[in-house]
């Protein structure tokens, strides 16, 4: 089942590490399991009941930044209104992935530089809300360069926002 193939790979590599070279081998491959975590699916209705959660802060979010900045704007559920134009913040703008992504990092970052536990928890913490405000930031500036629907820019905007989320974790 493809639900399981990720517990699947991490119960092997356990069990090779064991063989390999004993229970100090697991705690050298502990970070590569934990990673590995990241890649089991989530429950689809999970997913989605977080994603609708997620659309629906992250137009809120967005509006009261937009608020902050003299552009008014009314939010209804996952659209946001401004004069004349509305956006929907559709599934792939929720912020779910950034939010997944900016996670990983963390735990890669908490790692890299040999982080305490709870300066690695305090990471990971720290990244969720790091991620969402970043999101938000994303879709107001979608929102305000008219030239966000062209594809290339798009993208380039989702790295530079991802880029920026790193730095304020860092």
Do not use: K
Not at 37 to 57: G, K, N, Y
Not at 82 to 101: M, N, P
Not at 116 to 125: F, I, M, N, T
Not at 137 to 156: D, F, G, K, Q, Y
């Amino acid at each position: 089942a493809f639900d399981i193939l990720a517990f699947s790979l991490i119960a092997n590599l356990i069990g090779s590490a064991i063989l390999w070279r004993g229970l100090p081998a697991v705690r050298v491959a502990v970070m590569p399991l934990v990673l590995l975590l990241f890649a089991v699916p989530l429950p689809a209705p999970w997913v989605a009941q977080w994603v609708w959660e997620f659309q629906l802060a992250t137009a809120i979010l967005s509006g009261w930044m937009l608020y902050l900045i003299q552009i008014p704007a009314v939010v209804s559920a996952d659209i946001i209104q401004l004069s004349g134009d509305s956006y929907q913040v559709i599934e792939g703008c929720s912020g779910f992935r950034s939010i997944l992504s900016l996670m990983i990092f963390s735990i890669l970052m908490a790692n890299m530089f040999d982080r305490g536990r709870w300066h690695a928890v305090a990471l990971l913490l720290a990244s969720i809300p790091i991620a969402f405000a970043m999101n938000g930031l994303r879709v107001v500036t979608l929102i305000l360069n008219p030239a966000s629907e062209i594809h290339t820019i798009h993208v380039a905007q989702g790295l530079v926002v991802l880029m920026g989320g790193l730095i304020l974790l860092y």
